[in-house]
Each structure stands twice: as C-alpha cells, then as structure tokens.
C-alpha cells in the first residue's frame, strides 16, 4: 500500500503561483513512477504532469512552459510548480504514484484562480 497526502493548494490571483506537495508514504520503494492530474466538475480527470523514477518528465500542452514537476526521493515528496496560473487551472489536483502497475491516489487539493 503506498499512502499519498497533498498539500499547497488554495486561492490565488490570475498570473500568480502555488507549489503542491504530495507526500508518500508506506511501501515505496518499488514506485515507477508519479504524477499530478487534475479534475473539475463534469469532467474527466486528466493528466497535468508525471515523472519517471529516471527523472523522465511528460506535460499536458495547457501547462507546458507554466508547471514543472519535480521529486525528492530522499523527501518521499512530489512537487508540482505551478506559474502564471489562469482561471482555467482552477480544479481539484490529484497526486498518484505507480507502484508494480497499481495507480495509487491521494484525496487531492483544491486550487482556485480568480480573475
């Protein structure tokens, strides 16, 4: 079982920037690999960013060049830098991590962009 916790979300203006962290815990050792999605209501959750245990990085095109993914594996901890936000980013951010082919998933936090 591998346990995902995220934090660093919250209210923020148009062009502004948050830092969400996802920390993991319980057994991890044996994590391919981690990601961020996000969802609105309506909607299908969908990829934001993800991250291979090889440092390997993959973005959706909304957020290229704005968001960057990072790992500390000393940490246990996921990052998700995110810049020049727009009110189209506001959604519920999911954590997930890959772990011998099973998705596992934090509860996720709440990232709201005002005009």
């Known amino acids: 079982q591998v346990q995902l916790v995220e934090s660093g979300g919250g209210l923020v203006q148009a062009g502004g920037s948050l830092r969400l962290s996802c920390a993991a815990s319980?057994?991890?050792?044996?994590?391919?690999?981690m990601g961020w999605y996000r969802q609105t209501p309506g909607k299908e959750r969908e990829l934001v960013a993800d991250?291979?245990?090889?440092?390997?990085?993959n973005y959706a095109d909304s957020v290229k060049g704005r968001f960057t993914i990072s790992r500390d594996k000393a940490k246990n901890t996921l990052y998700l830098q995110m810049n020049s936000l727009k009110p189209e980013d506001t959604a519920v951010y999911y954590c997930?991590?890959?772990?011998?082919?099973?998705?596992?998933w934090g509860k996720g936090t709440l990232v709201t962009v005002s005009l």
């Open positions: 997930t991590a890959v772990r011998d082919g099973i998705p596992y």
């Open positions: 319980g057994d991890i050792i044996c994590i391919s690999a």
């Open positions: 991250i291979t245990s090889l440092g390997s990085t």
